[in-house]
C-alpha cells in the first residue's frame, strides 16, 4: 500500500499542493476536490506525503472530457485524473510507488486497463518519459479548445 488516504485531516494540502499545478492538473475549488475524492476508486498520499494521486474507475459519474473519451472505447478501465509530487522529492520513485500501488488495487479490483492523458501542448515531456518507462502506450489525441491544451491518451494493460 502506498501511503495514507487523502482524508479530512489532509484535504488543505492536497488541495493546496493541487493547485500550484493547476496548469497542469486544473485548479480545484474545496467543494471541487471533496467531489472528486467522493468519486474516486484511489485517493493515496505518498508515504511522506510528498505526493498523491487520484483515479476513477469506469462506473464514477464524472464529467471531464478525458474521462469521457476513455469511456467511449474501454468498458472497464481505472482513469488516473491526476499525480503530482512536490518538486523536491522527483526523481526519487514517489510517483512510481504510488502507480505501483494503483496498479495492484486495480487488479484486485478485477479490472485489467489503466488511462490516463498527458498534456502534448503546452508539452510535458518527463511525464511522457515516466509513462513510456512504465509501459504506456499512447492511444489517442485530442485538442481541448476550451482548457487550451493538446492531450495524448495513454493505456497500459495489467498482466
Known amino acids: 500500500m502506498a501511503g495514507f488516504p487523502i482524508d479530512d ?3 488543505d494540502k492536497a488541495i493546496e499542493l493541487n493547485n500550484r499545478h493547476a496548469a497542469e492538473l486544473s485548479h480545484q475549488t474545496p467543494d471541487q476536490f ?8 484511489y485517493a493515496r498520499w505518498s508515504v511522506g506525503r510528498s505526493g498523491f494521486l487520484i483515479a476513477l474507475d469506469e462506473r464514477a459519474p464524472y464529467a471531464n472530457p478525458n474521462f469521457a473519451w476513455f469511456k467511449q472505447r474501454y ?9 503530482v509530487v512536490e518538486a523536491p522529492h522527483r526523481g526519487r520513485g514517489v510517483a ?3 502507480y505501483e500501488d494503483l496498479f495492484a ?15 502534448a501542448e503546452p508539452p510535458n515531456p518527463a511525464s511522457d518519459a515516466f509513462h513510456a518507462r512504465l509501459g504506456f502506450s499512447v492511444v ?3 485538442h481541448l479548445v476550451d482548457r487550451q491544451k493538446t492531450v495524448r491518451y495513454f493505456c497500459k494493460a495489467l498482466d
Open 105 to 119: 488495487e486495480t487488479r484486485r479490483s478485477g479490472r485489467s486497463r489503466i488511462v490516463c492523458e498527458v498534456n
Open 96 to 98: 512510481r510507488a504510488l
Open 34 to 41: 471533496r467531489r472528486l475524492i467522493g468519486l474516486a476508486c
Open 75 to 83: 468498458p472497464a478501465f481505472v482513469y488516473i485524473d491526476r499525480v
Open 140 to 142: 489517442g489525441t485530442a
Open 9 to 11: 485531516f489532509s484535504l
